[in-house]
């Protein structure tokens, strides 16, 4: 017989076997099959599983079905190992039929179970498996001949093992038979967070370890899960893949059960408590298996509430430090979300453990704090709240915290709670007058900071958030007058810095959803927009003479509409992904966001007035639909020379968005004047109008179009794309560039195809 893997048909002609060659993983599995087919007669291979750690085939044939592992190098000395279990352990185990250790391949025999119902409502079947497995532990733990022919468990050393594979690099080997570190998984930035948060909290694991040694060793499974056992027809339980079995204390394999092991930790304090441990199924699969032990004489009771957590977690951080026998191959990426949850719940167990003393909360809070772990900060002084919900400092930090997650409401809550326990101290006032601002709530603000003043009338930081106030409510009274609209200076270190201030953030967001129409001032540098300005004198010439034009849209007399192309000045990232805009857009739009068009409307001397309009239809026609929905688009119009009465405003009527075309030439208008570097941010909802040009000056303004990603401008583009880009400009550009025009690539694609 030829080796099978060399041809499909070659296979099939000479034993008769009928199986897709292609799902034999490698050679070695091929040879494998080989093997399995002198031992039992095969006619069909099924793969049931591969990864870098082994591979399972489904033999069937006249005499039934057989089953057939093969594990790498590093694991082939325990199949030898599964003989003596299966002698032990008898029909709780699949028959072996054949091993060859040197090659890493085990046969057995059909187990006669099936698998466990995924779709088990009350978990009857999980809890079953728990308790016979718990049985089975309880019955080997006294034959010490027995386990003697296993590997123990050095629980002494799990945590340093677990550490060693945290800080080995890619490819490292030391004396934990660590061949890869975490970082071949995770990368090399999550390894060291990884390192260095757990072993900052190594001596809270280690001290739990500490207590699993009051437990009698006994045989440890490796793998328990679900797809690791089978029920039989008589109502018991299988268990196979015992590759990476070991002895030591009971509890070492529930890790993979119940989710990890800290959800469990806390579980068993509730028992010990006699506190209610709710139904969840951890909840239910962990009090099987702990009375199972009980009642099968393992350990009594109070023991196993002591001790198991530990056995727990030795299990689970053995679990992770075998990672680092990574054989190689696929699942690296699959590998890498389990060791992210693992790694993550250790550190929620090392967080609750050092919840139960104040001092180490509060210390471990310190050290998130340092690490900008605002959420893991913020859970510990939580903790620590629910103890003592007057703490002022406790209530100071839990506010601070929760505004740097961004759970506004959390540190509304805290600060108000603060302000009624420390009614002396204007921090609490003035903290919730700086949130209140942070949501564009002026009068609210003014109402915390009179208060914060009031206990306090030399407090500077009440003072500054008062000024803020009163800039804020002069920008309100200005807009409301009839004749203004919203108007917002940026400061030079906004724009050196490239960061909004989150109220000025809010109250931009607030006008424009009032008003439909927002002028910022002081976006860029004059000297930048002049420079742009030359830019596009320069090459776009062409379009200045009033002809017909094949790839420019005439939007009004001597007035045409062309398609910017995205280039070093044109798309620079900081301008059309403005980090003093974007959050804002965001905001108004979402953050899946586009850049639906990009065009610059040219205004040419002697230029008449265009007619009101709006800039697009709206979304639905029918009469009587209402018109208060959230805007779809808008756009930032960016002058390159300056808009006055001479050069041409673009007049717009404030609040048209939510008001129907026919109904809007009766109401106020506004003519803003915008200097150089200043932008108007404009609903595509409202209602304007460009003002003629009477300068002897081309007047070009950009016009960048932002919209919901679902939305397509279909009144505008027929004359021209929305998009252009100049040559390899796509290669190059930034991420957060691609993604807001990547759309108008796919759809080009798509259109194409």
Same mark, same amino acid.
């Given at each position: ?8 048909? $070659?296979? &099939? ?8 060659? &292609? ?12 093997? /399995? ?28 079905? @057989? ?16 003989? !003596? ?19 890493? *391949?085990?046969?057995? !025999? ?34 010490? +001949? ?20 945290? +800080? ?14 975490? !970082? ?18 190594? @001596? ?57 092991? %800290?959800? %469990? ?17 951890? %909840? ?26 530990? $056995?727990?977690?030795?299990?689970? /951080? ?5 990672f680092g026998r990574y054989p190689g191959g696929g699942q690296r990426e699959a590998s890498a979300r389990t060791l992210r949850n693992r790694l993550s719940d250790l550190l929620d167990l090392a967080d609750w453990l050092a919840s139960r003393h104040t001092d180490d909360a509060l210390r471990y809070a310190d050290d998130y704090e340092d690490g900008q772990e605002w959420v893991r900060a913020r859970n510990l002084i939580q903790d620590q709240l629910a103890r003592d919900s007057q703490d002022s400092a406790l209530l100071e930090r839990y506010g601070r915290l929760s505004v740097l997650i961004g759970d506004i409401a959390a540190a509304e809550e805290a600060y108000r709670d603060l302000a009624s326990t420390s009614p002396a101290d204007p921090a609490a006032r003035v903290a919730l007058a700086r949130l209140a601002l942070g949501r564009a709530d002026v009068a609210e603000a003014s109402f915390e900071v009179r208060k914060a003043l009031e206990i306090d009338a030399s407090c500077d930081s009440a003072r500054q958030i008062r000024a803020r106030v009163e800039m804020f409510s002069a920008l309100e009274q200005a807009a409301r007058s009839p004749d203004a609209i919203p108007r917002i200076a940026l400061s030079e270190s906004e724009r050196e810095s490239g960061h909004l201030e989150p109220d000025k953030q809010a109250m931009i967001a607030r006008m ?39 790839? !420019? ?71 009587? *639909? ?83 990603? *679902? ?20 290669? $190059? ?5 691609? &993604? ?7 759809? &080009? ?5």
């Open positions: 017989m030829p080796p099978l893997g060399m041809a499909s048909s $070659a296979a &099939k002609a000479d034993t008769g076997l009928e199986m897709d060659m &292609k799902e034999i993983a490698d050679w070695q599995d091929a040879s494998a099959i080989e093997w /399995a087919m002198r031992v039992i007669a095969v006619d069909e291979v099924e793969q049931i599983s591969h990864s870098g750690w082994a591979a399972t085939y489904r033999l069937s044939g006249p005499d039934g079905v @057989g089953y057939l592992k093969t594990v790498p190098y590093n694991q082939r000395s325990q199949l030898a190992r599964f003989q !003596a279990i299966a002698n032990r352990l008898g029909d709780r185990v699949p028959r072996v039929l054949a091993i060859e250790p040197l090659s890493g *391949w085990i046969l057995t !025999a059909d187990h006669g179970g099936r698998d466990l119902d995924s779709s088990d409502e009350d978990d009857s079947e999980m809890l079953i498996v728990l308790r016979e497995f718990a049985g089975i532990q309880a019955q080997v733990a006294d034959s010490l +001949d027995f386990l003697s022919g296993f590997d123990a468990v050095d629980t002494a050393r799990t945590i340093s093992d677990l550490l060693a594979f945290l +800080d080995a690099a890619r490819d490292a080997s030391d004396d934990s038979q660590v061949d890869v570190g975490v !970082a071949y998984f995770v990368g090399e930035a999550d390894a060291r967070r990884y390192s260095r948060l757990l072993g900052a909290r190594s @001596g809270l694991l280690e001290n739990l370890v500490r207590e699993s040694s009051a437990l009698p060793v006994t045989l440890a499974h490796g793998d328990l899960q679900r797809w690791n056992a089978s029920l039989r027809s008589d109502g018991r339980a299988v268990f196979m893949d015992w590759d990476e079995v070991s002895v030591g204390p009971a509890g070492m394999c529930l890790h993979g059960v119940l989710g990890g092991c %800290a959800t %469990a930790n806390v579980l068993l304090a509730r028992m010990a408590d006699s506190r209610p441990l709710g139904e969840a199924p951890v %909840a239910r699969r962990l009090e099987a298996y702990l009375t199972a032990l009980v009642e099968s004489g393992y350990a009594p009771r109070d023991v196993l509430l002591r001790a198991l957590g530990g $056995a727990m977690c030795v299990g689970q /951080a053995r679990f992770i430090a075998s424009f959803g009032e008003y439909g129409v927002v002028q910022i001032d002081g976006l860029f540098s004059a000297e930048r927009i002049k420079r742009m300005e030359k830019s596009f004198l320069r090459q776009y010439c062409d379009y200045f003479e009033d002809v017909d034009y094949s790839d !420019a849209l005439k939007v009004g007399d001597k007035r045409y509409m062309l398609t910017m192309a995205l280039d070093d000045d044109f798309g620079a990232e900081d301008f059309v992904s403005s980090p003093l805009v974007m959050p804002v857009i965001r905001q108004l739009l979402g953050d899946e966001c586009i850049l639906s068009a990009y065009t610059a409307v040219v205004s040419q001397p002697g230029s008449d007035d265009q007619p009101l309009h709006k800039d697009h239809s709206a979304l639905f026609e029918e009469i009587g *639909w209402p018109l208060e929905h959230p805007a779809f688009a808008a756009q930032v119009i960016v002058p390159l020379i300056p808009l006055d009465a001479v050069t041409g405003a673009t007049r717009v009527i404030k609040g048209s968005q939510r008001v129907p075309l026919y109904e809007t030439d009766s109401l106020p208008h506004q003519d803003p004047v915008v200097p150089l570097g200043s932008c108007l941010l404009i609903d595509y909802a409202v209602s304007h109008y460009g003002i003629g040009n009477r300068s002897e000056r081309i007047r070009p303004i950009l016009n960048l179009v932002y919209s919901r990603p *679902w939305f397509r401008d279909c009144r505008n583009y027929h004359k021209q794309p929305p998009l252009r880009f100049s040559p390899e400009y796509l290669d $190059a550009a930034p991420e957060q560039v691609r &993604k807001l025009v990547n759309w108008w690539v796919l759809e &080009k694609s798509a259109a194409v195809r």
